[in-house]
């Protein structure tokens, strides 16, 4: 494996200093590395589309390019900026991309993520954009090479970095450091949302560990509930919700999360406008991309009682502790009207082995059935 502070360092080394995405399972060593580092601008965004337009400002203001990180499904929220402002056919600002490729070629992975891996190139191939391969045999003065060929040309360029490629041991202790110690776990939350659920409810879940929990806890305790889980496209599990909810006589609850609430933030504004009374949407948040390396949200700025009034939400709710979830999430699905929970969780790393939804053709098919 490649060590993640000899791949900083040939940054470094090549005038490359700032670094601006989204937290990404393959790159989660690098980018926890880069916030243990002081010597680098590292900004997390909430998309991979600001992260690509907060890079461009970098380079107006500076002369200098930016390194852009995100994962290959990511790649979509930053077409708009790359094509329409930074491609070489309009303003032609460099740009060095940090893709981390899950769905890679021959190796395993998840029925969304093999779907994107296999266009991966393609895409980069379409936008004219040179790239190469990082893998754990590849040698480090790749990087240099596209650096300078970014530099000389004023081009966007590209690393896809496989699975398992980036390594760093000794990060391990500092993140968890980090973590909380709420009352509450996501684990124990959603033990007692399934057991107030019933045939006037259906379940959209967010990607990432809170669909895996769910799905874990339905398996567990044998129940006969068929929630729609966001394997994919995060930041859009609400506003799936609102989709449905237009056409449905049932109460939808919506279970997301913190980094995928923040993804598409404008979408709040239009599910309280348009959102009918029976739409739930309950906030799981630990601050934290904990599914892929437990980095900061920024949500800790947010004031999430104001924002839900200030939309247009009719009540916001909030829980912290296990023992008034049970009085609180019955409170919260009585009202009559489109709802805001907040839950303030902890972040739980023993989780990290959680069991997936396999057959995703019939979980569509089961949440389909009244």
Known sequence: MIDVKKLIEIFKDNGINYFAGVPDS????????????????????????????????????????????????????????????????????????????????????????????????????????????????????????????????????????????????????????????????????????????????????????????????????NLKINPFYMVGGMGHSSIVSLGYSLKSKKKIICLDGDGSFLMHLGSSVTIAKYSKNNFKYILLNNKSHESVGGQSTNIEHVNLKFFAKSVGYKKYFYLSQKNKALRTIKSFLSYNGPSFLEVDIKVNKKENDLPRPKNLIEVKDNFLKK
């Open 26 to 221: 393959v790159l989660k060593n690098f980018t926890n590395c880069l916030d243990s580092e002081k010597k680098f601008q590292h900004l997390i965004l909430t998309n991979e589309g600001s992260a690509v337009s907060a890079g461009i400002g970098y380079y107006l203001s500076t002369k200098k390019i930016p390194a852009i990180y995100m994962q290959n499904s990511g790649i979509g929220n930053s077409i708009n900026p790359i094509i329409s402002i930074a491609h070489n056919k309009v303003y032609k600002i460099p740009l060095f991309l940090i893709i981390g490729w899950r769905g890679a070629p021959k190796l395993k992975d998840e029925p969304q993520h093999l779907a994107q891996g296999k266009i991966t190139r393609q895409i980069l191939n379409l936008c004219g954009i040179k790239y190469s391969i990082l893998d754990k045999n590849i040698d480090l003065k790749e990087i240099k090479k596209l650096i300078n060929y970014s530099k000389r040309n004023k081009e966007i360029v590209a690393v896809l970095i496989k699975k398992n490629t980036l390594n760093n041991k000794s990060l391990k202790k500092k993140i968890e450091k980090k973590i909380s110690k709420k009352s509450l776990t996501r684990s124990a939350f959603i033990e007692i949302l399934i057991k107030c659920v019933n045939k006037k409810h259906k379940l959209i879940s967010s990607t990432g560990y809170i669909s895996r929990e769910l799905y874990n806890k339905i398996k567990i305790n």
